[in-house]
């Protein structure tokens, strides 16, 4: 069974960089790309980008274009997330999960995430 | 975006009791809602795929409903490992969207 296991915890100073990345074990992705979401402290959750099949492009929330980059190696089976111009509300637990497609044509493919990564702790203070 | 509102925020049940909470899309989203549910200090897990499929090994007790705008969930039968905070999640349109999160505490 596939489990997702992320890179340990940054402590970033304001406008820096962070990249955390994801590695599959117990099996590869094959064909799922990876996702990333953050969650804040006390927050709920918030996508930030991923590849997307049925576009054939990586997607991005627009809160984070421009500063984030999300790779996936299928031949490693790792993920990358590169977060710039890091602030002080980017202070969050980042998690990578893995997209599952399910045709259904002609509805849109089933789209859910599973597993997630057990999440990477980034604080970004002065 | 699509907004969605998950009522209550929180909710606090008895061992044994049946347990509904909804969620609310701003915008019609079909069936393309999943549920999550979050444990402190964990990564969320998938619990209901396409508002009413039961993922694999997850007990019979979690089950969803709905279409459209509004959705449910209900655990049957609470049981103390339930706690958590559940979140249902739209992938109708881009951005991905969670709502906020239903706290479930026992009584």
């Known amino acids: 069974q596939v489990q997702l296991v992320q890179s340990g915890a940054e402590v970033k100073k304001p406008g820096s960089s962070v990249k955390v990345s994801c590695k599959a074990s117990?099996?590869?992705?094959?064909?799922?790309?990876i996702h990333w979401v953050r969650q804040a402290p006390g927050e709920g959750i918030e996508w930030m980008g991923g590849?997307?099949?049925?576009?054939?492009?990586?997607e991005y929330a627009q809160k984070f274009q421009g500063r984030v980059t999300i790779t996936t190696d299928a031949s490693t089976s790792t993920g990358d997330m590169e977060l710039r111009s890091l602030r002080s509300e980017d202070t969050a637990v980042y998690y990578c999960?893995?997209?599952?497609?399910?045709?259904?044509?002609?509805?849109?493919?089933?789209?859910?995430?599973?597993?997630w990564g057990q999440g990477t702790l980034v604080i970004v203070s002065s | 975006d699509i907004q969605m509102t998950q009522s209550p925020s929180s909710l606090s049940a008895s061992v044994g009791d049946r347990v509904t909470f909804t969620c609310q899309a701003s915008?019609?989203?079909?069936?393309?809602l999943n549920w999550y549910q979050q444990k402190p200090g964990k990564a969320p897990k998938l619990l209901i795929y396409?508002?009413?499929n039961l993922e694999t090994g997850v007990p019979s007790r979690f089950s969803g409903s709905g279409s459209g705008t509004h959705f449910t969930f209900t655990i049957n039968s609470l049981q103390p490992e339930d706690i958590a905070t559940y979140y249902c999640?739209?992938?109708?349109?881009?951005?991905?969207?969670f709502g906020q999160g239903t706290r479930l505490e026992i009584k």
């Open positions: 590849f997307v099949p049925i576009f054939g492009t990586t």
């Open positions: 999960a893995r997209v599952i497609y399910l045709s259904r044509a002609p509805l849109k493919p089933s789209f859910w995430f599973d597993p």
């Open positions: 117990g099996g590869a992705l094959n064909k799922n790309p």
């Open positions: 999640q739209q992938y109708d349109d881009l951005p991905i969207t």
């Open positions: 915008q019609d989203i079909s069936n393309y």
């Open positions: 396409d508002a009413s």
